[in-house]
């Protein structure tokens, strides 16, 4: 039997800024996209105080007897984009 072998992937993880003037400060989770299109029209429609990262790393899908599937980030990249209303990162 074939079973899915785990592959590298980006997704990006829409987040509510704790304080919208501290891009490196606390931020809570609210979002994750496997395209970056879709993680900016949230963003977007969640409005000011909000950020996109980026994040790289493995997926390993469950096995055969139900087993979970678990994601390994490698890699972070923050402030990719910023919601509606803010000014884009560079």
């Keep these: 039997m074939n079973y899915p072998?785990?592959?590298?992937?980006?997704r990006y993880i829409v987040c509510l800024l704790e304080d919208p003037g501290d891009l490196e400060g606390e931020r809570?989770?609210?979002g994750c996209?496997?395209?970056l299109g879709l993680a900016m029209?949230?963003?977007?429609r969640t409005g000011p105080g909000t950020?996109?990262?980026?994040?790289g790393g493995t997926y390993y899908p469950g096995g055969p007897?139900?087993?979970?599937?678990r994601w390994?980030?490698?890699w972070i990249n923050r402030n990719v984009?910023?919601?509606?209303?803010?000014?884009r990162v560079s």
Excluded: L, N, T
């Excluded at 007897?65 to 599937?69: C, L, N, T």
């Excluded at 984009?81 to 000014?87: L, M, P």
């Design 5 to 10: 072998s785990p592959h590298k992937e980006v």
């Design 28 to 30: 809570e989770r609210i």
């Design 33 to 35: 996209h496997h395209e």
């Design 41 to 44: 029209g949230h963003a977007d």
């Design 51 to 55: 950020s996109v990262d980026a994040e």
């Design 65 to 69: 007897w139900g087993q979970r599937s």
């Design 72 to 74: 390994e980030v490698e």
């Design 81 to 87: 984009y910023r919601g509606k209303g803010q000014k």
